[in-house]
């Protein structure tokens, strides 16, 4: 299952990555204006439309109601399951162990960079589901639920995080707007001395805690760039509850 919004430079790779695990591949677009609904269909995957409504949870568990398939499997457009992954992935197919869910580790890769501190960490995430098991939240940083244990699989997911700096500031522009009406909706307030705390608290844990320094100086700099994407969430919020207040 992958989410796309005109995705035409990595719709054909990831589902030809996708289709070395499953005959099944369903891409959920959200209004595509570019090529990639037409070469989604072209390399054999099955298209469906969902309207986007700021909320990625909204997305993935619409997917859910498009396939009858016993195990789900979800990919997004700059991700890729390395050779070791995916030889995993079939062993569970093959065992049909269906009270687990289990998580990947996920490496990135930006700006000619492989991360392995910092912002950028390899982390672990869970993505691959008995379909009936799962459930997710959160209009954005979803995550799924299921009561199921969660066990690793070797092997890991290849993220290519961004094309280049415009993309990044896209990206962070749509997710610090959709992290701060949820965090209003749930009731979280800020005050002006609160932006900045949380600002240089992120800055710390991920140069100090997570070594980011280690990454070299592009590790260094994705440290200073979370100091700004954690004060312009913040800023937003604080913003809508002043808004609120007039």
Request: glycine content about 6%.
């Amino acid at each position: 299952m992958i989410l796309t919004k005109n995705e035409e430079d990595n719709v054909v790779a990831v589902v030809e990555n996708a289709k070395k695990c499953t005959d099944e591949v369903l891409i959920i677009d959200s209004g595509s204006t570019d090529k990639t609904v037409e070469l989604a269909k072209e390399h054999g995957a099955k298209v469906c439309f969902r309207a986007w409504t700021d909320d990625f949870a909204a997305q993935r568990n619409f997917a859910l109601e498009q396939t009858d398939a016993d195990w789900v499997l979800y990919l997004d457009a700059d991700e890729r399951l390395n050779d070791e992954l995916i030889a995993a992935v079939q062993k569970v197919l093959m065992e049909g162990s269906e009270d687990h869910q289990f998580s990947m580790e996920r490496k990135s890769v930006a700006f000619g960079t492989k991360f392995n501190h910092g912002v950028l960490k390899p982390d672990h995430v869970a993505r691959m589901f008995p379909r009936t098991s799962v459930k997710w939240v959160h209009k954005v940083h979803e995550h799924p639920e299921c009561d199921y244990p969660l066990q690793e699989l070797p092997g890991h997911i290849e993220h290519y995080t961004y094309k280049n700096w415009h993309h990044w500031e896209g990206k962070l522009c749509q997710y610090t707007t959709l992290w701060a009406e949820e965090a209003y909706k749930r009731g979280k307030r800020i005050s002006r001395s609160g932006i900045f705390l949380h600002s240089l608290g992120g800055f710390f844990k991920m140069f100090v805690s997570r070594a980011g320094f280690l990454d070299g100086w592009m590790g260094t700099y994705m440290c200073f760039n979370h100091f700004f994407y954690t004060m312009l969430k913040y800023l937003k919020l604080y913003e809508l509850q002043n808004q609120k207040k007039k």
